[in-house]
C-alpha cells in the first residue's frame, strides 16, 4: 500500500472505492458521552451522483485551504481522507475518510489518518476536528488515534451532521 497526496485530477477516482457497509449497532453522541443503540442499519454503494457531490465539495477548498490523501494498491485507489485547513484559528477538519470495503481493517483508515494529522501539524493547527458516521468501526478508529467526543462541535458542522459523532484530537 501507498500513501500519497491526490492531484485534483485524481479525486474523480473515488469512485473506485466500496463505501457499503452494514451493522446492528447505531453510537449516539449527548457532549462527551457516545453510547451504544441497537439498530440495524446498511450504506449502499454510492452513485457517480453522489460521489461527484464530494468531489465539488473537495474542490472548493482543495489545494488552497487543504489537502487530499490517497492510498493505493496495484494502481487502484483504495482509500481517501481529506484535510480542510483553518476552520477556526488552529483549528482544521479531516473533513472526509472512506476506505473500501474489501481493504478494511488491514491499517488503511490508520494509515490515511495519520497522515491528514502530520499535514494538520505541519501546517500550524492544534487540533484536529472530524464529524464521524455513528458506527462503531469509524468511531473506534478514531478513538484508536485518540481522537475524544467534544461537547463544543463546531456549529455549522453540526448542523450539516447532528447524528455524527463529533471528536477532536489535540496535535
Known amino acids: 500500500m501507498e ?8 479525486l474523480r477516482r473515488a469512485q473506485e472505492i466500496d463505501v457499503t457497509e452494514d451493522g446492528t449497532t447505531v453510537l449516539v453522541q449527548t457532549g462527551r458521552q457516545v453510547t451504544a ?14 460521489w461527484g457531490a464530494f468531489e465539488a465539495r473537495w474542490r472548493a477548498f482543495l489545494p488552497e485551504h487543504g489537502a487530499a490523501l490517497g492510498a493505493w494498491e496495484a494502481g487502484r485507489l483504495i482509500g481517501i481522507a481529506t484535510l480542510r485547513r483553518g476552520v477556526r484559528p488552529g483549528i482544521d477538519q479531516l473533513e472526509a475518510l472512506f476506505v473500501d470495503r474489501a481493504h478494511r481493517r488491514r491499517g488503511v483508515a490508520s494509515a490515511l489518518v495519520a497522515g491528514i494529522e502530520h499535514l494538520a501539524r505541519e501546517g500550524g493547527a492544534r487540533r484536529l ?14 478513538l484508536s488515534r485518540g481522537f475524544q467526543p467534544t461537547d463544543e462541535p463546531l456549529p455549522e458542522l453540526f448542523e450539516l451532521e447532528p447524528e455524527d459523532i463529533h471528536l477532536t484530537l489535540d496535535l
Open 129 to 142: 476536528y472530524v464529524s464521524a458516521t455513528p458506527s462503531e468501526s469509524a468511531v473506534g478508529c478514531y
Open 37 to 50: 443503540r441497537p439498530e440495524t442499519w446498511s450504506r449502499p454503494p454510492r452513485s457517480a451522483e453522489g
Open 3 to 10: 500513501i500519497r497526496p491526490l492531484a485534483l485530477a485524481e
